[in-house]
């Protein structure tokens, strides 16, 4: 995949002197650097922008987080208050937006900030999560990178990875999650990550991912990176989500697990996620603008109780029930769950729902230890 070049760089002064910012900066030489106090009046001046998105994601922000970094994952709630199975997941968020493409991608229509920013105080990050470590020994995280940002789309300028991995491998009772649909695991393959880290790829058929996956890695390229992952002794996991309906859907993920199954050992997979592909209404109009071809906002979507839209019931307990098959064919023992699904979906595909959020996320923990 082509590396990311940002058009501008604007580093704000609090963040001058952090090894990250120092790294952006020693691999971006070209880039003229424009020192901020802060991020305000460039929100101003993106609101004068349309369209926004294009512009701002070539704009890359080193800023200072200044609230908390680590939060649960925010698992979808109905209107009801009923909400869907979470794996009870934290998340850490390092980063904000991505300048790959996805037409599909929530980040479209979620993000009050529109540029790439990268949160360059990684000390306070390490720290925060020290505290919470240590408040809460009985607890078990399982933390991920990759909710408002590509875990590791950006790594070969910021080198993020590092301190993160060398942390976590200090840890008792956490295991870090890089999501990405990235093939950039160079800084990663000499750390002594001591199977704290585990690194996992969202993955869909190429005819998806060539279509509507834009800027990222190939299918293939992002099983090279596995294999190397594997090689350099990580935990590798895969999360095929969004799923996508489309006529030969099911030859082609298929194929897809049969590939992932060929060339990377079942032992070494420590989980694989499914979910359905989900939008809301503004979501869908953006695509429509943005990718006009796009087949995505031609799919039969229904409104579900927590306002997304999403595949009618029996369709998405078809591709679900086909594909967890297909999987255990291959392993019966991986841990699989269902992203954002509800309890009776869950039942539906593995005959039960977890009795609680803390059970299911035991059970994909107990695949590391
Ligand atoms: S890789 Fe992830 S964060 Fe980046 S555009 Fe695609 S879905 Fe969005």
Redesign the pocket.
Known sequence: MKPYKPERLFVERSVEDSPITQNVLMRLPAVAVEQIDSTHSLLEESQHWNPTIPRAKRWLILARHKGHFFKPCPASRTKQGAKTVCCNYFVINYASN?????S????QSYLNFPYLIVYANCQDLLSELQTTFAENPHHFFRIGT?EL??SL?LDPLTSYSVPLVEFFAGQKNAVLEFQ??SNYIENLLNLDHRRKTVVSW?MNPPFIQERE?HK?ATIGERLWAAERCVQAGYPVAFHLDPLIFYATWETDYRNLIEEIFERIPADSISWISLGSLRMTTLLKEIIRERFPNSFLPLGELVPSQDGKMRYFKPIRVLMYQKILGWIRAQDPRIPIYACMETPDVWTKVFQSAPLEEKELGETVIRSLV
């Open positions: 991505c300048h790959m493409e996805c599909y991608c929530y980040l990759g940002a590509d789309a990405t649909k969202s996956e990222t």
